[in-house]
């Protein structure tokens, strides 16, 4: 089973930076796809990036050049770098592990981005 906490939290005004990062126990993680989605409410969940077990990565067009994902397997953790930030990235962001047919997700956290 694989249990996933997120972390970081936050207020930020328009053009700021927040990093969340991501807890993953369980099974080793380093054969998973590791992803970040967004939720707000009333809407669906979004993909907004994602990084596979070969290191290779995927942005949402809307975070691209402002985003990075990265993965430390040996830490068992995943991360969010997340540069000039609008409100339009107010959201709760969601930690995910994909593994052939299975899905896991944190339990979200919460970033405002306010003026």
């Known amino acids: 089973q694989v249990q996933l906490v997120e972390a970081g939290v936050g207020l930020v005004q328009p053009g700021g930076a927040l990093r969340l990062s991501c807890a993953a126990s369980?099974?080793?993680?380093?054969?998973?796809?590791m992803g970040w989605y967004r939720q707000v409410t009333g809407e669906e969940r979004e993909l907004v990036a994602r990084?596979?077990?070969?290191?290779?990565?995927d942005y949402a067009n809307s975070v691209l050049g402002r985003f990075t994902i990265s993965r430390d397997d040996a830490m068992n953790t995943l991360a969010l770098q997340m540069q000039s930030l609008t409100p339009e990235d107010t959201a709760v962001y969601f930690c995910?592990?994909?593994?052939?047919?299975?899905?896991?997700w944190g339990e979200g956290s919460q970033v405002t981005v306010f003026s």
């Open positions: 995910n592990a994909h593994y052939v047919r299975h899905d896991y």
């Open positions: 369980g099974p080793i993680m380093k054969y998973y796809d």
């Open positions: 990084i596979f077990s070969t290191g290779n990565t």
